[in-house]
């Protein structure tokens, strides 16, 4: 999906963030947009690392593929995964939102 389309779910979103969901039985704590792809994800995070870009600035090259990561409020101690792609949490959530038409 492309930066617009993902600030449209993102937006939709907001609404589910503070409140406690499934998959991780956790409170919802931010929405992220990030490249889709795991190089053009670890380029952005280094160009904000290396010229304290910020997230938005940084993302710009890559608005053409980008994802959502869904994060959750849980302790840094623990070892469980803290984030989900926001497919799976609309999934198992069971969450309809307008501007989402999953891939068939």
Do not use: W
């Amino acid at each position: 999906m492309n930066l617009t389309e993902a600030k449209a779910i993102v937006e939709e979103l907001l609404t589910y963030k503070g409140r406690p969901l499934v998959p991780l039985l956790a409170t919802v704590k931010d929405f992220i947009i990030v490249p889709a792809g795991k190089k053009e994800f670890d380029l952005m995070f280094k160009d904000i690392i290396d010229t304290q870009r910020s997230l938005e600035l940084a993302l710009q090259p890559f608005e053409d593929d980008v994802t959502i990561l869904v994060y959750f409020d849980m302790p840094i101690a623990t070892d469980e995964t803290r984030y989900c792609s926001y497919e799976y949490f609309l999934s198992v959530s069971n969450i309809h939102l307008q501007s989402y038409q999953p891939a068939i």
